[in-house]
C-alpha cells in the first residue's frame, strides 16, 4: 500500500487507532513501538496528564527517526491553547472529548485535521456546520450501535469513529462495522496488560488481531 501523508486518508486506510497514555515517556515509547510492529499507522496520545506534553515530544522524536510512516495525534484537547501547543510540537491531528467553533478554526489555520467528539444529534450537526469531516462518538460504548445506525443517514456526508469502551472482540467490532464506521478508537480494552508478560508482544499480537477482525480477514 502506497504510504498516505494526509491523516484522514491514513485513518481510512488504517483503522484501528490506539488511544493511550502513560506518565513514564519510555513505556509509551515501547508502547507506540510495539502498537507498530502490529501493524497500526495512526496511533493517538492523550493529554491526560502533567507529562503530556513531554512525552509527547519524546514520541514525536522516536516517531521521526525510526517510524516515519505513523501519524501520531494528541487527545484530549478542549482548548485553543491546547490544540496550538500540541501543533507547534508537531501534532499530525487533534482529537477533543467535545466540539467548539474555537478548536474548528483554530486547526482550520493551521490546516491540521480535528477530530471533535460528539454524544448528540446537535452536537455532530454543528460539527458538520464546521466543516469537520470525521467525528468520534464519544462515550462510544455508552451510546452503541443503535445510536449510530440512527443518525447516520441524517449525516450522509460525515464519517464516524467510535471511541471510550469499544472490545476487542470480533462480536463487537462486526457490529460497529456493520453500522457503518469509519475507524475504531481503543483505550483501556486494548491495554490490558496479560498477567504472566515481560516484554510487549503482546500488544503486536492483539494489534494484529484487531486488524485482521477490521479487515475482515
Not at 38 to 62: C, H, M, W
Not at 88 to 93: E, S, T, V
Not at 108 to 135: D, K, Q, R, S, Y
Request: contains cysteine; negative net charge; glycine residues 8%.
Amino acid at each position: 500500500m502506497n504510504i498516505e501523508t494526509n491523516p484522514l486518508s491514513m485513518i481510512q486506510a488504517y483503522p484501528v487507532i490506539p488511544v493511550y497514555y502513560n506518565e513514564d515517556a519510555q513505556t509509551c515509547i515501547e508502547v507506540l513501538k510495539a502498537s507498530y510492529a502490529g501493524g497500526i499507522r495512526v496511533f493517538e496520545f492523550t493529554n491526560r496528564g502533567q507529562n503530556a506534553p513531554d512525552n509527547f515530544k519524546a514520541l514525536l522524536s522516536y516517531r521521526n527517526e525510526h517510524l516515519k510512516d505513523m501519524k501520531l495525534g494528541i487527545g484530549t484537547i478542549k482548548t485553543v491553547a491546547q490544540a496550538e501547543m500540541y501543533i507547534n510540537l508537531g501534532a499530525d491531528f487533534i482529537v477533543s472529548p467535545i466540539v467548539k467553533a474555537d478548536l474548528a478554526s483554530a486547526t482550520a489555520a493551521h490546516n491540521v485535521l480535528w477530530i471533535p467528539g460528539c454524544m448528540t444529534p446537535t452536537e455532530i450537526n454543528f460539527a458538520e456546520e464546521l466543516g469537520v469531516p470525521l467525528v468520534k462518538l464519544f462515550p462510544g460504548d455508552t451510546l452503541g450501535v443503535g445510536f449510530l445506525k440512527a443518525i447516520k443517514p441524517l449525516f450522509p456526508n460525515l464519517k464516524f469513529m467510535p471511541t471510550g469502551g469499544v472490545d476487542v472482540n470480533k462480536e463487537n467490532i462486526d457490529s460497529w462495522l456493520n453500522a457503518g464506521v469509519t475507524a475504531l478508537g481503543f483505550g483501556s480494552k486494548l491495554f490490558q496488560q496479560p498477567d504472566q508478560a515481560t516484554d510487549y508482544n503482546w500488544l503486536t499480537e492483539r494489534c494484529q488481531l484487531l486488524i485482521g477482525m477490521v479487515n475482515r480477514k
